[in-house]
């Protein structure tokens, strides 16, 4: 007995260990191929999250609210906050899923309808798919809110809640998918879009000259003076849109890492010089630097930079800063003295033109050899500046002519929806504050 227990009982030590590293093994396996989170790259995202609505929610609001005249304050706030609420929740219902679910090359699926199979342990990379998605969110806001700026002083409310709505889901969402979607067309040609130049910049300020055109002038424009009543509610929602935009573009790197560090330098130094580049030419034009200017100026550097942020060094960003505050300064003027349009709060002139500049900027300061000028280098499989530059041009009218046809027609069906685009004569003299919500901005 004792010798069959010597001979047995090996064997069955044997067979436990062996047992046992299968089982150690299989749970190492199966711990190795569930993503991990990245506390740290989650960490900085939550913070982006924030900083991109808190650029909506009080920065662009402040801003708008005190360029337009005091019995319209109230009206901007409201569309603001309206914008925000409306979009967030047609977001979740299905503008996510049409901007990132795999879909084909133009438009995303249904699949992540009402965020369908997200639980808290879904995974975008190594952070939770729910933080990339509210990310995501908050670009859905404040591109529609942009346009504001547009249409501000003689829309309806109600047209204006149903034009952003419809124009979320079927100018937004569709180029969203088009550029950061990995089935997006664009995507796979190699565009070079870091942080909005064509999905939020080219969109809002292409739809907002649209606008402009097919609402018409304010009663009065351009004879009448309208200045802005509040600069320092306009020099506090700048400073907000200053400090939030490194949410914009450095929380575009999806990770606290290198790249993000990067954007963040030169999302900072583009909007310096653009602030600068802007002030010195009204010095120079108008005797005398103006408040107004070198915050606009400074709005203009950083919609510049968006697109270019991850991609370009700190030389590359001084020159883009520069240009964006000179160009986007002589195209107010024109669109407003030469032109005439009544784009109110300048819009197109500041957003549209910089995504179209900074889009197609990034395709040479993208290069590796530009010396103290260089950038990270071109797209995926791109290798000369060519055809970087292609791409970029592709990329640039792609959003421009369909930004352009679907407002046209979203804001003509809006139109026959509400009876009519906008406020009557009367309302609009009296001011949207009172004629739309019954409430006076300020009670001194």
């Known amino acids: 007995m004792k010798k069959i227990f010597e001979f047995v009982f090996p064997i069955m030590v044997m067979s436990c260990s062996l047992l046992c590293s299968q089982i150690v093994h299989a749970d190492t396996v199966a711990a190795i191929n569930l993503p991990v989170i990245n506390n740290a790259n989650t960490a900085w995202m939550l913070t982006a999250t924030a900083l991109v609505l808190f650029m909506t929610l009080p920065g662009l609001a402040l801003f708008y609210a005190g360029l337009v005249r005091v019995k319209n304050v109230l009206s901007v706030l409201m569309q603001c906050f309206a914008i925000a609420a409306i979009a967030s929740v047609l977001w979740v219902v299905i503008g996510y899923s049409l901007s990132f679910g795999e879909g084909n090359a133009f438009i995303g699926d249904f699949s992540k309808v009402l965020f369908a199979s997200m639980t808290k342990d879904s995974m975008w990379g190594d952070i939770p798919e729910s933080l990339f998605a509210m990310y995501q969110m908050t670009f859905a806001i404040i591109t529609p809110a942009l346009i504001v700026g547009a249409y501000a002083e003689r829309l309806k409310f ?15 969402a569709p180029i969203c998918h ?62 907000i849109l200053w400090v939030g935009w490194f949410g914009f573009n450095a929380g575009s790197a999806l990770a606290a890492n290198s ?47 968006t697109p270019a942020s991850g991609y370009v060094g700190p030389g ?9 505050g000179i160009v986007c300064f002589f195209m107010t003027q024109l669109v407003k003295r030469v032109w005439k349009i009544d784009d109110s709060l300048d819009v197109f002139p500041v957003h549209g033109i910089g995504g179209i500049m900074g889009t197609f900027l990034a395709g040479i300061f993208a290069s590796t050899h530009l010396g103290v000028f260089s950038g990270q280098g071109f797209g995926a ?30 804001l003509k069906l809006t139109g026959l929806l509400t009876h009519g685009l906008r406020v009557t004569k009367d309302e609009e003299a009296l001011g949207l504050d009172l004629s739309l919500h019954e409430e006076d901005g300020y009670k001194l």
Not at 316 to 324: E, N, R, S, T, Y
């Open 178 to 239: 088009w550029v950061w979607s990995s089935s997006g067309w664009l995507y796979k040609m190699g565009l070079l879009d870091f942080a909005g130049g064509t999905v939020v910049h080219i969109t809002a300020g292409v739809g907002s000259l649209v606008a402009a055109l097919v609402i018409g002038k304010r009663n009065g424009f351009p004879t009448t003076a309208m200045p802005p009543h509040n600069m320092t509610m306009v020099v506090t929602g700048a400073g």
């Open 316 to 324: 590359g960003a001084l020159v883009i800063g520069l240009l964006a």
């Open 381 to 410: 499989g791109i290798e000369t500046m060519g055809q970087q530059l292609q791409v970029q041009l592709i990329g640039i009218l792609a959003t421009l002519i369909y930004t352009a046809v679907i407002t046209y027609i979203l």
């Open 158 to 172: 109600s047209s204006m809640l149903i034009f952003s709505s419809l124009w979320l889901l079927v100018c937004y």
């Open 259 to 305: 790249s993000a560090a990067m954007a963040m330098l030169v999302t900072h130094l583009s909007a310096a010089a653009g602030a600068l580049a802007w002030m010195t030419i009204e010095w120079i034009k108008f005797k005398k630097p103006s408040v107004l200017g070198i915050v606009t100026g400074m709005v203009a550097g950083l919609g510049t930079i």
